[in-house]
């Protein structure tokens, strides 16, 4: 029985997390991101976290077949981190450096993919091998899988599917530098944008006029409550939705579509409004194709770092 | 050294080609396809071919790795086909009945995939690990390599990137059923479609006016030849493809997007013009995606299918 570490560092925090080789999560616990000094203590810091965590629990070290770790961050196949802003970070091999630091294996992956081969290996695309994961958040991210592997790409760009152009005449920019992305529509903000464009529109009262900082809950709440003007903003994002994903499956035709990040916190109303537009706009081969909801919520990280390593050694 | 066979299988003629380990082409011939009570002698042809070959060519059996087979249709990733509706094929695994009749290992594909494939091994990929092919023939279709792996998908339409949705409100219907698809505005069929569209709604003079059966290629030679309503047509166009590539590249990332099929003719005019718009609408860390042409020909399907073979069997 081999055992493994996951490691999903954020900005503020570090999750990490001891796994059996099967997958089952033993133990979690978190330590803070210390960011100052260009970040140079992060590493050592979660070394020092492992080591203390092997010791105090009697663990074989000989029976762990190393770390992964999710890093906010583009990484290269070699294990080389391109500058992760948020950390303070400049260029260097971070397998390298944390190997050194623990005498573990270790292999590193861009956050958003790893934590879907996380939701993959045991959350909403369990069973499957072939897995789009869509996390509508603050923005829109996402991550690949295909016969059980992340696709990073070749350019660290594998799974932003949060930057497909949706509308070429879009007037406003998205964070990214583009027009008319994705992410200007279908994530949590997208949506409180859509609507507030919508509302000024249109003359149909609706108790969303009267909210002074709009959410996207906010909205999913009104539409449940057959506010038409909500219903109406939420046609509009599930087309976007439905149109994006049957883009992306005419190229890499996956078993099952997982929605996960706060907008997917809509559920089954998610679905459904998304499903619809799905049917209209898939190839018709890629009809019968499964949606799922995230599910591993925050941990979906740590479990994909820990099946980054345990790939590598098997 | 290790041999191999490579078949592409097409509706009139059937290209058989037998090459080295190394993807040096050896031999290259066709037969017919005989399509006559439902494609019954599609493949006893194709093993009699081929033993033939092999006893013409005093060739050591023992010495040979397999036959590698694209066929125009579906192709699931156990080898059964799934309705090759020009070849009168049900269902059946297509594998199994060729290596029944020829004693060899038989792996196939789909055509296009696997003429992707071959594109990515000794053509306009050549060199790369990750490659996207776009086919601008009649339709479009595509292939996605991974990795060196062809992507099939979950229901055999990876790759089949003429059905992005470019236009939702497009009134025209694609081949496929829906409206608005890559195919429509990217093919050698959808170029002239909007050439039509383009001079009757406008009055600039053009010599595209006076030719009755319009082409492609007269399209791109009017632009050559400085014609106003071809250099707006051809932007349109450019538009068009630069917007789903980036699109593509957004989702898988490769190093590199080879163009292939008739509307591929133009070469570095057309690659010059996809790129301007390919520029404006990619994820920034994919601008520096390298875009090539497709350089096998009619060839690309036996390469790719001998491919297919060797990386089985190795």
Redesign the interface.
Known sequence: MQYGFGVDLGGTTVKLAFFDGEGALLHKWEIPTRTENDGENILPDIAASIDTHIKDHGIDKASVAGIGIGVPG?VRADGTVNRCINLGWGVFNIEKALQDLTGLPVKAGNDANVAALGECWKGGGQGCE?MVMATLGTGVGGG?V??G?V???????????????ME?DETDTCG???HGCVEQYCSATGVVRLAKKHLENCDIPSPLRGIENLTCKDIFDAAKEKDVAAQEILEQVY?YMG?FL??????????VIVLGGGVSKAGQMLLDGVRRYYDK?A????R??RFALATLGNDAGVYGACKLILDEVR
Request: proline content about 7%.
């Open positions: 583009p072939n690949i295909l016969g592997k696709i990073p790409g070749s350019h660290g760009a594998g799974g932003e599917i949060g930057h497909l152009t070429r990214c530098g583009k087309d149109r049957g883009d992306i499956c005419c190229v890499v035709d996956p078993e706009y190839f018709h081969a890629c019968e194709t």
